[in-house]
């Protein structure tokens, strides 16, 4: 069989720019450790012609096609109808999804309709896959020593489906072994500068492939070989060339990685944030365990709530302006020293689209990181992007939280 898996995305609220298409990040999360990939996906409308063509070129490429979307109660979920008729069987009652239908429409004062019970509908000799958290259920069905699996396209009901049905089936299937890899994690590096880097000292070597993949704020390169022995030898070669750049070579968050640190060390943190918003504090707190560290932030858009409840100085701000490291440097020593934390962060900058001036623009962020030894600054130039600027101010400042306590 083929190494790869190919995906359908079938659905007009994906091509409308309505619906975010997730469904390719999830398969290909999920595939990874089977040792399969995914090589292609299509996204494509609800139209019954375009569906098969889209269906029949895949099969032509691989073994195994997924199909997600189109299996729920309205007229235009096609999907199962038009496979079924494709391939000349009948559709069928599934008992268990139909009783679980049942079940949740009694249970919400809702009337099993004739259209809600349609999801409960399976090609006949499918392998039916649960859906736990919806109605229709996930379809395994084999043609001609190929595979289609049909899956619903809400993303709360497909990934599960994926990890807890497809994945299984897959590692009991093919019992591939994955190729050895290795991947190392960058805050706020650009990836021309670390592929030029690594050219400069000739890697990587025959036998090694690169890959670089670059998502907000985050950089990750991932190493793979045949050899595990060649692997281990260029990922040490990495460490040596980027040394403390690397925040993990893992596949976790900065946020995580700061967390862990801190539990480990025993150390508090305290946040005050103007331009982000509470952006920061969320992605502390969005680990598992974070009230262990975290003692709290302050949002401090108004400089009345700097000087209040920060300590920031009236003068200062009539000096040097709230976006200013003067600014940022008692943010952080003010929420540090009155929640009592070891460390405190201060974050203020011009988030945009509009406050830019031609001294202070948009993208202009200082982060300051107080300890009770000292106090650095970091003066930002971002891109215009207010998400953007947002998200990677926070980035910024968990990795000079990240660099520093490497130093505890």
Same mark, same amino acid.
Request: negative net charge.
């Given at each position: 069989?083929?190494?790869?898996?190919?995906?359908?995305s079938?659905?007009?609220?994906?091509?409308?720019?309505?619906? @975010?298409?997730?469904?390719a990040?999830?398969l290909?999360? +999920?595939?990874?450790p089977?040792?399969?990939?995914?090589?292609?996906?299509?996204?494509?409308?609800?139209d019954?012609?375009?569906l098969?063509?889209?269906?029949?070129?895949? !099969?032509?490429? @691989?073994d %195994?096609?997924?199909?997600?979307?189109?299996?729920?109660?309205?007229?235009?979920?096609?999907?199962r109808?038009?496979?079924? +008729?494709?391939?000349?069987r009948?559709?069928v009652?599934?008992?268990d999804?139909?009783?679980?239908?049942?079940q949740?429409c009694?249970?919400?004062?809702?009337?099993p309709?004739?259209?809600?019970?349609?999801?409960?509908?399976v090609?006949?000799?499918a392998?039916?896959?649960?859906?736990?958290?919806?109605?229709?259920?996930?379809?395994?069905?084999?043609?001609n020593?190929?595979f289609?699996v049909?899956?619903?396209?809400?993303?709360?009901?497909?990934?599960?489906?994926?990890?807890?049905?497809l994945?299984?089936?897959i590692?009991?299937? /093919?019992?591939?072994?994955?190729?050895?890899?290795?991947i190392f $994690?960058?805050?706020?590096?650009?990836?021309?500068?670390?592929?030029?880097?690594f050219?400069k000292?000739?890697?990587?070597p025959d036998?090694?492939?690169?890959?670089y993949?670059a998502?907000?704020?985050?950089?990750?390169?991932?190493?793979?070989?045949?050899?595990p022995?060649?692997?281990?030898?260029?990922?040490?070669?990495?460490?040596?060339?980027?040394g403390?750049a690397?925040?993990?070579?893992?596949?976790?968050? $900065?946020?995580? %990685?700061?967390?862990?640190m $801190?539990?480990?060390?025993?150390?508090?943190?305290a946040?005050?944030?103007?331009?982000?918003?509470?952006?920061?504090?969320?992605?502390?707190?969005?680990?598992? &365990?974070?009230?262990?560290?975290?003692?709290? &932030?302050?949002?401090? /858009?108004?400089? =009345?709530?700097?000087?209040q409840?920060?300590?920031?100085?009236?003068?200062?701000? +009539?000096?040097?302006?709230?976006?200013?490291?003067?600014?940022?440097?008692?943010?952080?020593?003010? @929420? =540090?020293?009155r !929640?009592g934390?070891?460390?405190?962060?201060?974050?203020?900058g011009?988030? &945009?689209?509009?406050? &830019?001036?031609?001294?202070k623009?948009?993208?202009?962020?200082y982060?300051?990181?107080?300890d009770?030894?000292?106090?650095?600054?970091r003066?930002?130039?971002?891109s215009?992007?207010?998400?953007?600027?947002?998200f990677?101010?926070?980035?910024?400042?968990?990795?000079?939280?990240?660099?520093?306590?490497?130093?505890?």
């Amino acid at each position: 069989m083929t190494r790869h898996v190919e995906l359908i995305s079938t659905g007009a609220e994906l091509l409308i720019g309505r619906t @975010v298409n997730s469904h390719a990040h999830a398969l290909a999360r +999920a595939l990874h450790p089977t040792g399969l990939r995914l090589s292609r996906d299509t996204t494509i409308p609800d139209d019954p012609q375009v569906l098969l063509g889209t269906l029949k070129g895949a !099969l032509e490429r @691989v073994d %195994v096609v997924v199909v997600t979307g189109g299996l729920g109660p309205t007229s235009d979920d096609i999907t199962r109808e038009t496979i079924a +008729a494709w391939l000349d069987r009948p559709l069928v009652l599934d008992r268990d999804a139909s009783e679980r239908i049942r079940q949740a429409c009694e249970k919400r004062g809702l009337e099993p309709s004739q259209a809600r019970m349609r999801q409960a509908l399976v090609l006949e000799g499918a392998v039916v896959w649960p859906n736990l958290t919806g109605a229709a259920p996930g379809e395994l069905i084999e043609e001609n020593g190929k595979f289609i699996v049909l899956l619903p396209g809400p993303p709360r009901e497909m990934e599960p489906i994926l990890t807890q049905s497809l994945v299984p089936w897959i590692e009991q299937q /093919y019992r591939l072994i994955p190729p050895p890899e290795h991947i190392f $994690l960058l805050a706020g590096a650009a990836e021309g500068d670390i592929v030029t880097l690594f050219e400069k000292h000739h890697f990587p070597p025959d036998g090694i492939a690169a890959a670089y993949c670059a998502s907000a704020g985050t950089l990750e390169i991932r190493l793979s070989a045949d050899s595990p022995v060649l692997l281990k030898g260029a990922a040490d070669t990495v460490r040596g060339l980027l040394g403390d750049a690397v925040f993990a070579e893992e596949r976790t968050s $900065l946020e995580a %990685v700061a967390g862990r640190m $801190l539990a480990e060390k025993k150390l508090t943190l305290a946040t005050a944030e103007s331009c982000t918003g509470g952006l920061l504090g969320s992605r502390i707190t969005n680990v598992s &365990g974070s009230s262990a560290y975290y003692l709290g &932030g302050v949002v401090a /858009y108004d400089n =009345r709530i700097k000087i209040q409840l920060l300590g920031v100085s009236e003068d200062t701000l +009539a000096g040097y302006g709230a976006v200013s490291p003067q600014t940022a440097k008692q943010m952080a020593e003010g @929420v =540090r020293q009155r !929640l009592g934390a070891d460390f405190g962060i201060g974050i203020t900058g011009i988030a &945009g689209p509009a406050g &830019g001036t031609a001294e202070k623009p948009v993208g202009l962020v200082y982060i300051a990181l107080a300890d009770d030894g000292q106090t650095k600054v970091r003066e930002c130039r971002l891109s215009s992007n207010r998400e953007f600027v947002r998200f990677m101010s926070t980035q910024l400042a968990l990795d000079m939280l990240r660099l520093r306590l490497m130093q505890k």
